[in-house]
């Protein structure tokens, strides 16, 4: 199956379920708010090497966490109660994104300038929001992702402290079910994310829950 080239003067995808077995659906075009947006609402999202092509993925199956299944261990529940723990929600969104870009500088990272400035804008925009967790006064871990409706679309997150990402993550899924959003897209599987309660569902059951939630 090929593999498409998109043009930087028209903002559209192929079928997303003309994806590669491995996910990868299109190549180039540009990292607009517009076409970042009709991705997302279509389950497509940039993934690729800092200096290289932008390279855009669609899995046919998809890593959901559904928030009110968030998973939190009983080591987890004894950790929180041992600390003082504090979330803030876009305390800064700039700040956030570069801390996941630099835990991984060194195994290879998909977050380059590029990245950094485009997912601000959907920042500013109101599509993009980013949480962070402070344990005993300090800051320990973090995430961002974008929001389109009731569905949020996990990007990357960091920990500097022990468990700092999973408070986050765990604090979000809380939000977000008292909000009643449909999903946390993880994109990919991860160990991490399974512990979280992370589990695959069909490209039709995902097609179905981001249509409902994208339209809220």
């Known amino acids: ?33 517009e076409r970042l947006l009709l991705g997302y609402s279509n389950g497509i999202f940039p993934w690729y090497n800092p200096g290289e092509e932008i390279m855009w993925w669609c899995p046919k199956e998809r890593y959901l966490i559904f928030p009110g299944e968030i998973h939190v261990s009983h ?46 804008e959907l920042f500013q925009r109101g599509f993009a929001l980013s949480v962070e967790s402070y344990e005993d006064g300090m800051l320990a871990g973090g995430l961002y992702g974008v929001v389109l409706g009731k569905c949020f679309f996990g990007e990357s997150m960091f920990s500097q402290r022990e468990n700092g990402s999973k408070a986050a993550l765990i604090a979000l899924a809380g939000v977000l079910r008292d909000k009643n959003f449909r999903f946390i897209d993880c994109q990919f599987h991860t160990e991490h994310l399974e512990s979280m309660g992370g589990r695959y569902v069909s490209f039709d059951r995902y097609e179905e829950l981001l249509r409902d939630g994208s339209r809220q």
Do not use: Q
């Open 75 to 120: 080591s987890m529940k004894k950790f929180i109660k041992r600390h003082k723990m504090e979330i803030i929600m876009n305390r800064d969104f700039k700040d956030t994104m570069h801390r996941c870009r630099m835990m991984r500088e060194e195994e290879g990272t998909w977050i380059g300038d590029d990245m950094e400035a485009a997912y601000f």
């Open 1 to 33: 199956m090929p593999i498409f080239r998109l043009k930087e003067n028209e903002i559209s995808f192929p079928n997303p379920r003309l994806a590669e077995d491995d996910g990868l659906l299109a190549v180039g075009g540009d990292l607009s708010v």
